[in-house]
């Protein structure tokens, strides 16, 4: 049986290798007796699964020896709330606002920080990103914040902003959740990125935190000790009960996004390069159309996160229709945007992408 191109933002399609070796091991991990859903956290059994996880996570993003790796819980909107506790020491943090999720972390952040807005492109609809030169950063702010890829709006960094060079020595905080594992990450720009497992790695209820040494030990008083970066880290991930099932997949998901080949590339070049020609395919038949639109700067387009309209949105309810009818799943766009949104995260193959495309081509030659 063919199984549809599921194309949700989130909780999102996996690799359906990963999903087979998961159901393989469901009632009994590589001869223990046990489902890894059955296990103690404190085992040795899991702790061979989370070892070899971190390692694999470290490995695919060249991690660097100064940065820990956390498997938390709580969500990107959870560490909305817990890096201003962490990090913000109750001064002020920076915020560059630039889709509906730097919107919400803006807002959590005010509850712990005096949150300021150094830069917005709210006035456009979200639709470009603002110069880092324009951006007005406070002189003592204690991090940076931005969303490298607006899961709603189509925005994406394609190169995260250099803080030394505007003369800004704060860490530099980014929430990768709907972009991780698609591109490399410079780490020499970055304190601490986060995201949720949920949309390029793995099932919803993990959250991944890389957070660098000196950044540590910064929590307010009022921290909880689950989400002191530092009590996390001492124990390993294990202070509390941690995402086991998550991470056992995710681990699995690590394990297959290394093993992916282009040409001579492997791991995440090889996957940057798939979703470029992904998402060319896709921008370039819209960009073409007189019957759909993308509003979004071709400067900033997400790789990931495709949000796209037909011209006469009377027709979205039968586009949607026909698209369950094709096998194509999940296009609506979220309900704050509208329109439609196709997720083309690591696990979509090109073939689905070039599903998509001919059914919004036979679309539109039959409703023109």
């Given amino acids: 049986m063919t199984r549809p191109y599921n194309f949700s933002a989130g909780p999102a399609a996996m690799p359906e290798t ?6 393989e ?73 630039t889709g509906s999720w730097s919107v919400k972390s803006h807002k959590e952040a005010q509850r ?61 905080v980014i929430d990768f959740s709907s972009h991780v594992a698609s591109r490399s990450v410079d780490w020499s720009r970055v304190g601490l990125a986060f995201g949720g497992a949920q949309k390029n790695l793995g099932p919803a209820g993990l959250t991944i935190v890389v957070v660098r040494d000196d950044l540590l030990d910064r929590a307010l008083n009022i921290c909880p000790s689950a989400f002191n970066y530092k009590t996390v880290a001492d124990n390993h991930s294990m202070y509390n009960t941690p995402p086991t099932w998550g991470i056992y997949v995710a681990g699995l998901t690590f394990q297959w996004l290394l093993h992916q080949t282009e040409g001579e590339l492997s791991g995440v070049a090889a996957m940057e390069q798939r979703n470029a020609t992904k998402a060319r395919l896709l921008y370039d038949f819209v960009d073409g159309s007189a019957f759909y639109d993308n509003k979004v700067d071709a400067s900033c387009r997400s790789r990931m996160n495709v949000p796209f309209f037909l011209r006469d949105e009377n027709r979205n309810e039968g586009f949607l229709a026909g698209a369950r009818d094709a096998g194509l799943l999940q296009l609506k766009g979220h309900k704050s945007v509208g329109g439609m949104r196709a997720s083309i995260y690591n696990a979509m193959p090109l073939a689905g992408v070039q599903a998509l495309v001919g059914y919004m081509r036979e679309f539109e030659r039959t409703h023109a």
């Fill in 18 to 23: 990963v999903l087979q070796r998961a159901a």
């Fill in 25 to 97: 091991e469901m009632l009994d991990w590589h001869g223990s007796g046990m489902g890894v859903m059955e296990m103690s956290h404190r085992g040795k059994e899991f702790g061979l699964i989370a070892t070899q996880a971190e390692a694999d996570f470290r490995t695919l993003l060249a991690v660097p020896s100064n940065f820990h790796v956390l498997f938390m819980q709580g969500g990107g909107l959870g560490e909305n709330a817990i890096v201003p506790l962490n990090l913000s020491r109750g001064t002020t943090a920076d915020f560059v606002v």
């Fill in 112 to 172: 712990y920080c005096n949150a300021n807005i150094a830069a917005s492109n709210a006035a456009d609809g979200h639709t470009r990103l603002p110069e880092p030169s324009t951006w007005k950063l406070t002189s003592d702010t204690s991090y940076v914040h931005v969303c490298t890829n607006e899961t709603i709006n189509g925005v994406e960094f394609q190169e995260l902003p250099d803080l030394a060079a505007l003369g800004c020595k704060a860490p530099l």
